[in-house]
């Protein structure tokens, strides 16, 4: 079984930054990708952005690009999601996912962290 632990969400004014990490743990780990999902209050879960494990290949929702940059430390199996520019409307429980080896859908999610932005 994999397990996912995020950290580094918090509260940040607007125009300000957050660094999110999960790591994961199992005994065999390699996914297809790995990448992060968000959820806000009323709304539908949607993919942030998403890293391909073997070829560094990533995606961005529209609403984030330019903005947050996702990267992989495919070593100690850590995602990281950087996010700049923050905006009150990525105020959001942030989700970090993985799929199995040849998974297209997210096969294993985290607990979840809260980002709040402030206006």
């Known amino acids: 079984q994999v397990e996912l632990v995020e950290s580094g969400g918090g509260l940040v004014p607007a125009g300000g930054s957050l660094r999110l990490s999960c790591a994961a743990s199992?005994?065999?780990?390699?996914?297809?990708?790995m990448g992060w999902f968000r959820q806000a209050p009323g709304k539908e879960r949607e993919s942030v952005a998403r890293?391909?494990?073997?070829?560094?290949?990533?995606y961005y929702a529209d609403s984030v690009k330019g903005r947050f940059t996702i990267s992989a430390d495919r070593a100690k199996n850590v995602v990281s999601l950087q996010m700049n520019s923050l905006k009150p409307e990525d105020t959001a429980v942030y989700y970090c996912?993985?799929?199995?080896?040849?998974?297209?859908?997210?096969?294993?999610w985290g607990q979840g962290t809260q980002v709040t932005v402030s206006s």
């Open positions: 996912v993985a799929s199995r080896e040849s998974g297209i859908n997210p096969d294993y």
């Open positions: 199992g005994r065999t780990f390699s996914p297809s990708f």
């Open positions: 890293i391909g494990w073997n070829f560094g290949n990533t």
